[in-house]
């Protein structure tokens, strides 16, 4: 997660989605993007506090404009109306199937330290609805050095394309046991909007889209395709035909951080390249299906710290309807 300075002078520029149409190259075939130009191809338990009533607030949909350059950042136009299975997230690239659950580790290198880093990424049986989009709820936990520094609940859903999209999400970070802040942010409150986490046919060149927009907390992440057709090995085994995904935001030129994606499995390997605070050496190291008793766990995780989010975050979460 990336949170550029608030003095950043923004330009956007907004895009209709549309599915991409060109296929994949064969996964002996390495297709870089600082290599031949490629074609751009626009793609598709609880609180004792009550809770308050929510007020639903529609998503914004920015005007589309007519021409974009595919190497910048731009927004896609989400439509709820191509939303009608949205919680059955079957993207070959980022299954989120409820119960699964994906552990990456590493290190995070910082000053010249080798931190041990972990992530811990599950997606539970709990669905919420967000501007007319019903998403499914992710849990996620993030230790460095052992300690526990960020938890968080976010929101994905699923368009009838095939497209992956990012709807908000309640991260709570803490320093030495104590919470030290917790920028939330939701799609269609306080101008914030969803953006693109993955299409459903990634190719090389097509166009770089941001994967939300909150101008209240500095949210700015936007991803590109860098290569596909990739071999790689991590600690659960090998791939082919791998995908991987350059990932900055605003006010960091030139410096990203790499996810590589395998069929049918998700995110495998996190890289960085360039000058980058965040600088993570992580791998896939864990992936399994949740027993009932573990997914009831983290589901009642997910649940209390949405109980605490309505308690602390008033004026964006609280306008948010309960997850189920």
């Known amino acids: 997660m990336r949170r550029p300075p608030a003095w950043i002078v923004i330009v956007t520029t907004v895009l209709m989605l549309s599915p991409a149409a060109c296929g994949r190259p064969s996964a002996s075939q390495v297709v870089s993007a600082t290599g031949a130009p490629t074609e751009a191809a626009p793609s598709n338990v609880p609180s004792a506090s009550p809770i308050p009533s929510p007020t639903a607030a529609p998503i914004a949909t920015p005007e589309p404009t007519p021409t974009l ?37 590493g290190v995070l290198l910082e000053d010249g330290d080798r931190i041990p880093h972990r992530i811990t990424f599950a997606i539970t049986d709990l669905t919420k609805e967000i501007g007319g989009v019903r998403t499914v709820v ?22 009838d394309d095939g497209t992956v999209w990012y709807l908000g999400e309640h991260p709570e970070e803490y320093e030495g046991g104590a919470l030290v802040q917790a920028p939330t942010w939701i799609a269609g409150v306080a101008g914030a909007q969803a953006g693109i986490k993955m299409v459903a046919e990634p ?22 395709v860098d290569a596909i057709g990739l071999d790689d090995c991590v600690a659960v085994g090998c791939y082919t035909d791998v995908l991987r995904m350059a990932e900055s935001s605003l006010g960091e030129e030139g ?8 069929r049918g499995v998700g995110e495998i390997r996190v890289g960085w390249r360039g000058e980058t605070e965040s600088r993570e050496e992580l791998e896939l190291v864990e992936l399994r299906t949740l027993s009932p008793g573990a997914l009831a766990g983290i589901r009642s995780a ?12 008033l004026d964006v979460y609280a306008r948010t309807k309960p997850s189920q």
């Open 255 to 262: 410096a990203f951080q790499l996810k590589s994606y395998a």
């Open 302 to 313: 997910a649940l209390q710290l949405e109980a605490h989010a309505y308690e602390i975050s």
């Open 69 to 105: 350059d595919p190497s910048e950042p731009a927004f896609a136009t989400l439509d709820p109306a191509n939303f009608t299975n949205s919680t059955v997230i079957d993207n070959v690239w980022m299954p989120y199937k409820p119960g699964t659950e994906w552990v990456v580790e």
């Open 138 to 159: 992710a849990w996620i936990e993030d230790r460095r050095d052992g300690e526990l520094v960020e938890k968080e609940i976010a929101f994905y859903a699923q368009d």
């Open 203 to 224: 190719e090389v060149g097509m166009q770089t889209w941001y994967q939300g927009w909150a101008p209240a907390v500095d949210w700015s992440d936007y991803g590109r």
